[in-house]
């Protein structure tokens, strides 16, 4: 019961919804979670000729290693765009995974 009522409590703090438990949730979190999604979509903007899930996976793996190299906090989110960015240059600019596409069959 402990987990379902915290969980509610976390959902009602991410609405904003009244009698929303804030202490559930740290108070930067929220908003490098948020920029966090900015940048994302950020970069999917910008490298508007590789597909958008490429791109946000790539973003994924480079949070996962900025963090590994010890960025925190409102760092992380331009630590990892660097090195999305580095890695997705590389790939539109090398045309490393080629575009498939299916012939029709009739």
């Keep these: 019961m402990s987990n379902q009522t915290t969980s509610e ?5 991410h609405r904003g919804a009244p009698g929303a438990d ?13 920029i966090l999604l ?6 999917t903007a ?4 590789l597909p958008a899930g490429s791109v946000m996976r790539c ?10 190299q010890g960025a925190t906090g ?10 999305a960015a580095s890695s997705l240059r590389k790939r539109a600019a090398g ?10 069959t009739a």
């Design 9 to 13: 409590g976390v959902m009602r703090a």
């Design 59 to 68: 973003f994924g793996r480079s949070v996962k290693l900025a963090r590994a």
């Design 46 to 49: 910008e490298f508007d000729g």
């Design 74 to 83: 409102p760092g992380l989110p331009e630590a990892a765009r660097r090195i």
């Design 95 to 104: 045309g490393r995974h080629p575009v498939w596409t299916l012939a029709a």
């Design 38 to 43: 900015e940048t994302a979509f950020e970069l």
């Design 22 to 34: 804030t202490a559930a949730t740290a108070p930067g979190v929220a908003d490098l979670h948020r």
